[in-house]
């Protein structure tokens, strides 16, 4: 069985730049989840998906941050403009649902903004 | 939810028992403890949860003491790939989507 697949791997941009990052949960898995890792600390959610309704959105950068998942399948996460700031591993997750005790994690996006 | 406290780092002979504590001592009836890792360059991967019980599974045991105010993950075998950041973290409810994940103890599993 595949595992999350995540798009790019890595990535370098300027900053003011745009940059997109794209998920492909596990097949039939509902949740999805788009979290950030800073160098040193645990994953911070950004959103979570239920199909394709974004369930919580409460840590979701909205006036930089975007994310859609259409169709409940795959989703993209967007940065318009980037800054420094934002250089970190940007992780992808999905569970079968929201009442699944288990997360499978992709290996990650790693966002360099110069 | 409860906060966690964990040792920021944990060195472990190859073959012994690794012994990974954490303390919650606000955690509340019905929250859970879980526990996930993290190997250098990989995302986390879930490992073992419980609420009051011990528990076991093919990769590690979880013993949560009785009040329930500190918990410890168990590898009973260490390996080198077991070298990962160990997340315990406490959750409200018993399903994961609500995993707020702290900086964890770095396991460095010797030869």
């Known amino acids: 069985e595949a595992g999350v697949v995540q798009s790019p791997r890595y990535k370098i941009i300027e900053k003011k730049q745009p940059v997109a990052f794209w998920c492909n949960p596990i097949s039939g898995h509902n949740t999805l989840y788009w979290y950030l890792q800073n160098l040193g600390q645990g994953p911070e959610l950004l959103i979570r998906?239920?199909?394709?309704?974004?369930?919580?959105d409460s840590q979701l950068p909205k006036d930089r941050f975007s994310a859609e998942r259409l169709k409940g399948v795959d989703s993209t996460l967007k940065i318009q403009p980037a800054e420094l700031g934002d250089s970190a591993v940007y992780l992808c997750?999905?569970?079968?649902?929201?009442?699944?005790?288990?997360?499978?994690f992709g290996p990650g996006t790693r966002l360099t903004v110069t | 939810d409860a906060k966690t406290t964990q040792p920021p780092s944990m060195d472990c002979a190859e073959g012994r028992a690794a012994n990974l504590p954490c303390n919650h001592s606000?955690?509340?009836?019905?929250?859970?403890v879980y526990w996930y890792r993290q190997i250098h360059s990989q995302g986390p991967q879930y490992i073992i949860h419980g609420l009051k019980n011990n528990e076991t599974n093919e990769m590690a045991s979880l013993i949560i003491t009785e009040d329930r105010k500190s918990s410890t993950l168990i590898l009973p075998h260490a390996t080198l790939r077991d070298t990962a950041v160990y997340y315990c973290?406490?959750?409200?409810?018993?399903?994961?989507?609500?995993?707020?994940f702290g900086s964890g103890t770095q396991l460095t599993v010797l030869p």
């Open positions: 606000t955690i509340s009836g019905n929250e859970y």
């Open positions: 973290i406490v959750t409200p409810s018993g399903s994961a989507r609500q995993l707020t």
């Open positions: 998906y239920e199909n394709e309704e974004a369930v919580d």
């Open positions: 997750a999905s569970s079968l649902d929201d009442s699944s005790y288990e997360q499978y």
